[in-house]
C-alpha cells in the first residue's frame, strides 16, 4: 500500500497520478501530490516504478503502516528500491546483455 510521497525528494512531476491504475493521489498545485484515497491502492508499485525521483514508497503489505518514518525508509535504502530491484534505475547493466542467446542474435545481425 502506497504510504509516503517524500516532499524532498519529490520533484511535482504527477507522473504517480498518472500511472495509478486506481486514482489514489490528487494533484496538489505548486506541492507533491497528496494520497488521497490510500485504501484504494491495490498495491501495484506502478508509483513507485515511475516515479524518476524515487520519492514514493509503497508497502508490500496491503493494509495501511500505523507509522511510516521517512529518515528510516531513506537509511533502510527502501525509497525507490521497487524500481531498483526490477532493474528500471539508471546506471545498472542490462542483464539480458550478458544472455548467451542475446549475444548469439547480435552477431547474426
Partial sequence: MIELISNSRCIKCNICVSVCPTNVFDKVPGAPPAIARQNDCQTCFMCELYCPADALYVAPQV???????EKSLIEAGLLGSYR??????????????????YQLLKKIE
Fill in 84 to 101: 531498483h530491484n526490477i532493474g528500471w534505475s539508471g546506471g545498472q547493466i542490462n542483464q539480458a546483455q550478458q544472455d548467451a542467446t
Fill in 63 to 69: 493494509e495501511p503502516l500505523e507509522s511510516v518514518d
